[in-house]
């Protein structure tokens, strides 16, 4: 099959990890044997301008097998949302009639968020079929969009012929905000993991404390402060730390809290970012964590099982689709006292999680292999209709 990919945020060389998610996708279609072109426009906050600038414009390339036209763009419309999606739907059609001119009419585009790849490509009428996969946490907040997002979502999944949720919750909250015509099918598709690259070392590389991993961007809403404040009793009774792997606008303030609560010794925080970092680190952790206030997926947690690692998240949103008594502990948010159990539980019984049939688990259900397997049968039902 020929699939190109629109997606609504993607990697470029300033930003490597904007839209990795997308960029995986797409190469593992090509590595089953697809012919897959991307397609990515993309218009960045002014305030970015000095970091992004050797970015902006026009770029085509080929990578893994996948070839890539994206054009990349300064917000000329700040605080406009409707003058912003405008001019993003006029060079994202530009963008797309270039790569179709060249690369021939796809037999299928894959679309990544309505807003705002799939919304724009809904009003082309371009009478190539089209599915749509949800990201956006917004999903699984009360009126987490404006009006006018709204309905471009809604006017997306009029035209689209699928939508997919990368999770249970998220499915439940579309069809509870939205109304998906009888032509849009719903599908729920996880997100995919490499698990040749997430599996454990040979052996577990030693570590003096318990070390709870936490692998997120830096972001109020992945409430991390609260997994340090949760911590304290714990790190003055047991021989245990926690790890934390990732950066954003949060760090001063996490790093602030730790110091707040007097365990700036039992707090690490490790900025760099990329796959093999994450991998070193869930190679030597005992428990990984995510308390996020909404999570549409949780792909650390998934990471984490598939280097067998049990994990304690959140039971909002993604994680309840996957985390189970036998990989870890599901925690009510807003629930301290329940957090600080669950870390308990897991530092004095580790023996209850058997990390090999935590790994054989994840990779039956989330290996690439098994995700694009699930994604070209939806393609084939669709095209063959």
């Known amino acids: 099959m020929k699939i190109f990919i629109l997606p609504s945020w993607?990697?470029?060389?300033?930003?490597?990890?904007?839209?990795?998610?997308?960029?995986?996708?797409?190469?593992a279609l090509a590595e089953a044997g697809h012919q897959v072109v991307s397609v990515a426009t993309e218009i960045v906050s002014l305030h970015e301008f000095f970091r992004v600038r050797k970015d902006l414009g026009m770029r085509t390339f080929e990578e893994k097998g996948v070839k890539t036209y994206q054009h990349l763009i300064v917000n000329r419309?700040?605080?406009q949302p409707e003058a912003f999606y405008r001019h993003y739907r006029k060079l994202l059609k530009e963008l797309l009639d270039s790569a179709i001119a060249r690369e021939g009419k796809p037999d299928l585009i894959h679309v990544h968020s309505s807003l705002w790849a799939g919304a724009a490509l809904a009003s082309y009428k371009l009478n190539?079929?089209?599915?749509?996969?949800?990201?956006?946490k917004e999903f699984l907040i009360y009126k987490g969009f404006s009006d006018f997002q709204q309905q471009l979502i809604q006017d997306c999944y009029h035209n689209a012929e699928a939508v997919i949720s990368p999770s249970t919750a998220v499915e439940k909250r579309i069809r509870q905000y939205f109304k998906l015509p009888e032509t849009c099918r719903s599908y729920v598709v996880g997100n995919m993991v490499d698990t040749d690259f997430f599996k454990p070392a040979g052996s577990k590389p030693f570590v003096n404390r318990f070390t709870f991993l936490v692998v997120a961007m830096l972001r109020?809403?992945?409430?991390?402060?609260?997994?340090?404040?949760?911590?304290?009793?714990?790190?003055?009774?047991?021989?245990?730390?926690?790890?934390?792997?990732?950066?954003?606008?949060?760090?001063?303030?996490?790093?602030?809290?730790?110091?707040?609560?007097?365990?700036t010794r039992q707090v690490e925080f490790i900025r760099e970012t990329g796959r093999d970092v994450v991998l070193k680190n869930l190679q030597k952790a005992d428990v990984c964590m995510l308390y996020s206030a909404m999570e549409t997926f949780g792909v650390s947690l998934?990471?984490?099982?598939?280097?067998?690692?049990?994990?304690?998240?959140?039971?909002?949103?993604?994680?309840?689709?996957f985390v189970n008594e036998s990989n870890g502990i599901l925690v009510p948010v807003d629930n301290p006292i329940e957090l600080q159990d669950a870390m308990k539980v897991m530092i004095e019984h580790p023996?209850?999680?058997?990390?090999?049939?935590?790994?054989?688990?994840?990779?039956?259900?989330?290996?690439?292999?098994v995700i694009i397997k699930k994604l070209e049968e939806i393609y084939a039902g669709i095209i063959n209709k």
């Not at 993607?10 to 190469?27: L, Q």
């Not at 998934?302 to 689709?321: H, K, L, Q, R, T």
């Not at 209850?352 to 690439?368: M, N, W």
Request: charged share 30%; hydrophobic share 35%.
């Open 10 to 27: 993607y990697p470029y060389p300033s930003k490597p990890v904007n839209g990795t998610f997308f960029k995986d996708h797409a190469e």
């Open 77 to 79: 419309h700040p605080k």
């Open 128 to 136: 190539i079929p089209f599915i749509v996969s949800e990201h956006l």
């Open 220 to 263: 109020p809403e992945k409430r991390i402060d609260k997994i340090i404040e949760a911590f304290i009793s714990i790190g003055n009774t047991h021989l245990a730390k926690i790890r934390v792997v990732g950066d954003g606008p949060e760090y001063r303030h996490l790093v602030e809290t730790a110091q707040s609560c007097s365990l």
């Open 302 to 321: 998934v990471e984490a099982m598939s280097c067998g690692v049990p994990v304690i998240a959140g039971n909002i949103g993604g994680a309840n689709d």
């Open 351 to 369: 023996q209850k999680y058997d990390r090999k049939k935590i790994r054989e688990d994840i990779v039956k259900r989330y290996d690439k292999k």
